[in-house]
């Protein structure tokens, strides 16, 4: 499907299950998913159209999703490490690439 031009910003997806789902379909969309980090070891989706992350229930920025991690994970250096890694990676990728 192409989902260009939609305002996925207000969406409520917090209780979607996107482990299986396919985007890669989807032009103009543009994403990073990376499973099996954190303490759930779940999905985490980066849409950079849109600058939202979904992780869990959490629906936020990036600054947003930064901030809760350190918060929830000040105590875990193995979860923070992880996501802090992946938040690197995403920062990179917007830095070397224009994504809208």
């Given at each position: 499907?192409?989902?260009?031009?939609?305002?996925?910003r207000?969406?409520?997806?917090?209780y979607?299950?996107?482990r299986?789902?396919?985007?890669?379909?989807?032009?103009?969309?543009?994403?990073?998913?990376?499973?099996?980090?954190?303490?759930?070891?779940?999905?985490?989706?980066?849409?950079?159209?849109?600058?939202?992350?979904?992780?869990?229930?959490?629906?936020?920025?990036?600054?947003?999703?930064?901030?809760?991690?350190?918060?929830?994970?000040?105590?875990?250096?193995?979860?923070?490490?992880?996501?802090?890694?992946?938040?690197?990676?995403?920062?990179?990728?917007?830095?070397?690439?224009?994504?809208?």
């Amino acid at each position: 499907s192409d989902l260009r031009g939609s305002d996925l910003r207000y969406s409520n997806l917090s209780y979607s299950n996107l482990r299986d789902s396919d985007l890669s379909g989807s032009k103009g969309l543009k994403f990073i998913q990376i499973s099996g980090i954190g303490s759930a070891n779940r999905q985490t989706t980066y849409l950079f159209n849109y600058d939202i992350v979904f992780c869990g229930c959490f629906k936020g920025t990036l600054v947003e999703f930064e901030e809760e991690v350190r918060k929830t994970h000040v105590k875990n250096i193995q979860y923070l490490t992880e996501y802090l890694g992946l938040l690197k990676y995403i920062k990179k990728l917007k830095e070397i690439k224009q994504w809208t």
